[in-house]
T-cell receptor, first 113, second 115 residues
């Protein structure tokens, strides 16, 4: 079945740093989405991208839908402590079989000690 | 608060037992999805229901079953539990059968521990 490769698996941030993570797939998607999961909570949608090449921002978050439709990246600028959590990319195809949404394994963001 | 309610929040049981997890979707949402989240495994899609009917099936074990009732709440039944079934189980909902935007609203999850 379809799989998403998300990297890095984990990273440590220091307040003020910029963060980048990405997601790649062997197959194309019509929509790319980024979700964030806070500890003890369910995932929440951050950004959705609907067109190849699209660049979308949501506050300090910026995400892009790759031209090939097989990848996406998420950038967080000037990170703050509440950015800590797990970020999931998800690919979506209208009418797909797996509940329409395939998730990556997540990038865990932690604060540098 | 996503509007999706899951109970119980935590559950500890023994191998071989059976448990039922319950989900109430957001008001007005007709679709319910179940996901399993284990350590290092991300979110694994189990099954989707739309307006009472099974719509899509993922990697759901035969020991697991689900249903959606006329009032749209859903239950996930896990039987003959094994240690490896310990995980967080999420329910999510969306307004339509095929979420054409990919946006799902997740509950807070039910953490199952099998001892």
């Amino acid at each position: 079945g379809q799989q998403l490769n998300q990297s890095p698996q984990s990273m440590f941030i220091q307040e003020g740093e910029d963060v980048s993570m990405n997601c790649t797939s062997s197959s194309i998607f019509n929509t790319w989405l980024w979700y964030k999961q806070d500890p003890g909570e369910g995932p929440v949608l951050l950004i959705a991208l609907y067109k190849a090449g699209e660049l979308t921002s949501n506050g300090r978050l910026t995400a892009q839908f790759g031209i090939t439709r097989k990848d996406s990246f998420l950038n967080i600028s000037a990170s703050i402590p509440s950015d800590v959590g797990i970020y999931f990319c998800a690919g979506h195809n209208y009418g797909g079989s797996q509940g329409n949404l395939i998730f990556g394994k997540g990038t865990k963001l932690s604060v540098k000690p | 608060d996503s509007g999706v309610t899951q109970t119980p929040k935590h559950l500890i049981t023994a191998t071989g037992q059976r448990v039922t997890l319950r989900c109430s979707p957001r008001s007005g949402d007709l679709s319910v999805y179940w996901y399993q989240q284990s350590l290092d495994q991300g979110l694994q899609f189990l099954i989707q229901y739309y307006n009472g009917e099974e719509r899509a099936k993922g990697n759901i074990l035969e020991r697991f079953s689900a249903q959606q009732f006329p009032d749209l709440h859903s239950e996930l039944n896990l039987s003959s539990l094994e240690l490896g079934d310990s995980a967080l189980y999420f329910c999510a909902s969306s307004p339509r059968a095929l979420t054409n935007t990919g946006e799902l609203f997740f509950g807070e999850g039910s953490r199952l521990t099998v001892l």
